[in-house]
């Protein structure tokens, strides 16, 4: 530990101070190449050393050196000629005169010992030493600019340090946000805290020094941040997590305390920090690649700075993030991101003000119905939102318009679904058959068994990145309990989608695992918690599912082996009756479910209204009477009971 921050100090150093590490980088070298190369002319050869003067000589007098035999050792290079004097002291030195062949002759004559040697320029020498660090240098002056633009200033920023991280001055207001009235309201303390940070610190109130902003990104955490900072009047330092992590190890730290630095000095401030969980995430997470050097230390940092001051310094951090769950739990201690503000997906009302704020600098016609556009684009963002009614008034540019018609806005909406759909990800056509029948059998059985919740929806576009398609199922009501038969039928359901796949496919995938997961645990829980099995009668052998304690699940089993043993043959059999029925079901609703897959094909998204239409017809044409036929015989024994129960 203590090695690695010494080793973060001097990287802090070395960032800092760029013109010093040019200038100790320059004396190594000059002193390197002192001592590799010697001085001047002497250049690497053998007789410098013992020699104490050199003589610049013209070439005759050369030559009648050594016609006198006055010179012992002579060494020639491309343009220099050297020659030492018999007793060692003197060298004479000149150029060659090209041409001359007669030397070499007169110099065997005389039996001089004469050798070749290779010139080195004292300026070519000192170059080819010097080009490849000069590259180095260069490489790394450039990917460190780079990485310093995103933030402005520099590493070197050179005589102007101080400049390192940008504000500016928003004149977003919170007017300008629209449909999160609960977050503005949470953020209005943090605007008067600003504004009259006396008055706070006299009370001795303690603000938060940061506040979590959480959302689905596009939802206006940006800009609410901004707005704080505009309603409040105080300067907005902001930066990316992700632009921290690009750096070299060291930097992300020393660009933190940078950060803080500054805003410590034009407080009252704010610091935004977007995507935080960059820098944020578990430590823990991590750790099986050995973490993360950069983020580890930037993240340090990053706490050291917000221990580092009293809440009486009115600076706010606010940092966005669409995975609160992923962050480290040392940022979520108080006096850090003790406070979450949700910066929620607007629903329909909040649509229509969203909507009604980016109108305003758009001329609209009278024929726009905007409860309309706000209906039509249920679970989009803020950002999506803007963007609809800026595509809308490019759409009606380029038709020469004079305004925005409702046209218009439905075909930007259009467009930005259909862009959304294919954003998350594009799914080939052999996981969209698989997808579709999957879906259908969910749909089917939720449709044909008694007690299961009705579909809402069916649909094959994929969501985020997991689910390549769902069923959405809708209660009738608000439900807290649920009944046996109920928890059987939601087994059915689950297993409709891999049997599906089963009998129409051929073959099983991997799309079904989280369903037979959710199948076991509610058998596990009916046998273990709620006591609705034979298996273990009334007797809990559960207490709480809840029962992890510091991430790893407690173990503490109450119960015989013979106990588990039974348990888990229960559950395996109990699996495997209720998907041979389930499967039958599918073989004997086989035409409904081709009807659904050709509908899902056709329009990727149906309504629960358009499932239970193609499956009253398949039933029609089928004489089918009543899907309470198709349940299984316990459950239709339970409701038996039921309703005898009910006359008693
Ligand atoms: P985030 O930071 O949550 O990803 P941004 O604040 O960057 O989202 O939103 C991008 C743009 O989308 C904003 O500049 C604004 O034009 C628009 N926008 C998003 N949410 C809202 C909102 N609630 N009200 C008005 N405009 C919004
Ligand atoms: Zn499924």
Do not use: C
Not at 174 to 194: H, M, N, P, R, T
């Amino acid at each position: 530990m203590a090695n690695k921050e010494s080793n973060n100090n001097d990287n802090n150093f070395f960032n800092k101070n760029p013109l010093i590490t040019f200038a100790v980088f320059s004396v190594v070298m000059i002193l390197v190449f002192k001592v590799l190369v010697g001085d001047g002319a002497g250049v690497n050869s053998g007789m410098s050393a013992k020699a104490n003067k050199t003589q610049a000589v013209s070439y005759s007098e050369l030559k009648s050196l050594v016609a006198s035999k006055s010179v012992s050792k002579v060494e020639i290079g491309q343009s220099y000629i050297k020659a030492q004097s018999v007793d060692g002291l003197n060298i004479y030195t000149t150029r060659i005169v090209r041409g001359d062949t007669k030397l070499i002759d007169e110099l065997d004559k005389q039996g001089i010992e004469y050798k070749g040697f290779s010139e080195t320029n004292w300026f070519t020498e000192m170059f080819g030493w010097l080009l490849p660090f000069l590259i180095i240098i260069g490489i790394w002056m450039f990917f460190a600019g780079r990485m310093q633009k995103s933030m402005g200033g520099g590493i070197l920023g050179m005589g102007n340090s101080k400049k390192m991280v940008s504000s500016e001055k928003p004149d977003t207001k919170f007017d300008d946000v629209a449909g999160v009235e609960e977050a503005k309201e949470e953020v209005q303390e943090i605007v008067d805290f600003l504004k009259y940070p006396a008055r706070y610190v006299e009370i001795g109130a303690k603000i938060p020094k940061g506040v979590l902003l959480v959302g689905s990104p596009g939802t206006g955490k940006t800009l609410l941040a901004k707005a704080v900072a505009g309603e409040a009047d105080v300067p907005f330092f902001s930066v990316s997590g992700s632009s921290f992590i690009e750096m070299f190890v060291g930097v992300g730290a020393a660009r933190v305390r940078d950060l803080f630095e500054q805003a410590k000095k034009d407080a009252p401030s704010i610091i935004f920090i977007d995507e935080i969980d960059a820098i944020g995430k578990s430590r823990a997470a991590g750790g099986m690649m050995g973490g993360n050097d950069e983020r580890e230390q930037t993240l340090n940092q990053l706490l050291a700075e917000m221990d580092g001051f009293g809440t009486d310094t009115p600076v706010i951090i606010l940092a966005a993030t669409n995975r609160p769950e992923v962050l480290d739990a040392a940022l979520l201690r108080p006096g850090r991101f003790d406070r979450q503000v949700l910066v929620d997906k607007p629903d329909f009302e909040g649509r229509i003000k969203i909507l009604n704020v980016h109108m305003k600098s758009v001329k609209m016609d009278n024929d726009v119905e905007i409860e309309e556009i706000a209906r039509l684009t249920a679970g989009l963002a803020g950002a999506d939102l803007a963007n609809i009614i800026n595509e809308a008034a490019l759409l009606a540019g380029r038709k020469s318009q004079k305004t925005v018609k409702q046209k218009d806005l439905f075909e930007s909406v259009e467009r930005a679904i259909a862009g959304l759909a294919k954003k998350s990800r594009r799914i080939n056509p052999k996981e969209k058959k698989i997808v579709a029948y999957h879906e259908s059998g969910h749909a089917l059985l939720a449709e044909t068994t008694v007690g299961a919740k009705k579909v809402s929806k069916v649909s094959i576009v994929p969501r985020g990145l997991a689910a390549l398609g769902y069923t959405l199922n809708k209660p009738e009501e608000d439900r807290f309990m649920m009944q046996r038969h109920e928890l059987w039928a939601e087994v059915d359901v689950l297993l409709g989608g891999r049997a599906a796949e089963e009998v129409f496919v051929g073959e099983i995938s991997t799309g079904a695992g989280n369903d037979l997961e959710r199948a076991t645990d509610i058998i596990k829980s009916m046998v273990q918690t709620y006591g609705m099995t034979d298996v273990a009668g009334l007797m809990v052998l559960e207490k709480s599912r809840q029962s992890f304690i510091g991430g790893t699940q407690q173990s503490s089993r109450e119960y015989s082996d013979k106990m588990a043993q039974d348990m888990d043959d229960f559950i395996k059999e109990s699996l495997k009756e209720h998907y041979d029925s389930v499967l039958s079901r599918l073989e004997e609703y086989r035409d409904a479910i081709e009807d659904m897959v050709a509908l899902l094909y056709k329009k990727e998204n149906i309504t629960g209204d358009e499932v239970r239409d193609i499956i009253t017809d398949f039933e029609d044409r089928n004489n089918i009477e009543s899907k309470v036929e198709n349940i299984s015989d316990e459950i239709a024994q339970e409701l038996k009971e039921d309703a005898k129960m009910a006359k008693d």
